[in-house]
T-cell receptor, first 112, second 114 residues
Framework: KQEVTQIPAALSVPEGENLVLNCSFTDSAIYNLQWFRQDPGKGLTSLLLIQSSQREQTSGRLNASLDKSSGRSTLYIAASQPGDSATYLCALGAGNNRKLIWGLGTSLAVNP | DGGITQSPKYLFRKEGQNVTLSCEQNLNHDAMYWYRQDPGQGLRLIYYSQIVNDFQKGDIAEGYSVSREKKESFPLTVTSAQKNPTAFYLC?????????????FGSGTRLTVV
């Protein structure tokens, strides 16, 4: 059974720091992996989508990598800002019906 | 702008009452989904629909019902059979159930039993 783990559960950093969020999974047979952002009490915003054939995707200060062989994805945030404070969730598209399998998220606080 | 609209933002349900959560999208997406989010738990899939007039149960469908009469709309009814309905409900859509599809989410409905 595919399981998704996000470590750490919470992270607090000073503004300007580069940081890495981790997402690990137990079965390498995935179709894609997505990173989402969720602000408190709000819906999810899609950040990056990596197809299984891809190694990484970049959008602005965000870079997501995918290593299926090691069962790991990382979300790199460069030069963090207080506005980056949110919960970051990773989700895998897997199985015959492509249902998403979710991690519990990393709650990020960027302090001014 | 294209997107997903969920309404209402907050909803209060009395014991034994059915309530319906609205989800409308103008993205021309074929697939739509309902998720439930509880503190300390990952998102859990309630129902999903790949096409009009077709839908499948997700992981926690008991006590819920849906319809998909129009491509744009996928309402969720929380019935009195759902014993613990207090949660944050999220609707999402994607182009289809294929490997290149990304997901778009609505802003959510917070349901509370009073």
């Amino acid at each position: 059974k595919q399981e998704v783990t996000q470590i750490p559960a919470a992270l607090s950093v000073p503004e300007g720091e580069n940081l890495v969020l981790n997402c690990s999974f137990t079965d390498s047979a995935i179709y894609n992996l997505q990173w989402f952002r969720q602000d408190p009490g709000k819906g999810l915003t899609s950040l990056l989508l990596i197809q299984s054939s891809q190694r990484e995707q970049t959008s602005g200060r965000l870079n997501a990598s995918l290593d299926k062989s090691s069962g790991r994805s990382t979300l790199y945030i460069a030069a963090s800002q207080p506005g980056d404070s949110a919960t970051y969730l990773c989700a895998l598209g897997a199985g015959n019906n492509r249902k998403l399998i979710w991690g519990l998220g990393t709650s990020l606080a960027v302090n001014p | 702008d294209g997107g997903i609209t969920q309404s209402p933002k907050y909803l209060f349900r009395k014991e034994g009452q059915n309530v319906t959560l609205s989800c409308e999208q103008n993205l021309n997406h074929d697939a739509m989904y309902w998720y439930r989010q509880d503190p300390g738990q990952g998102l859990r899939l309630i129902y999903y629909s790949q096409i009009v007039n077709d839908f499948q149960k997700g992981d926690i469908a008991e006590g819920y019902s849906v319809s998909r009469e129009k491509k744009e709309s996928f309402p969720l009814t929380v019935t009195s059979a759902q014993k613990n309905p207090t949660a944050f409900y999220l609707c999402a859509s994607s182009i289809g159930l294929d490997r290149v599809a990304g997901y778009t989410f609505g802003s959510g409905t917070r349901l509370t039993v009073v």
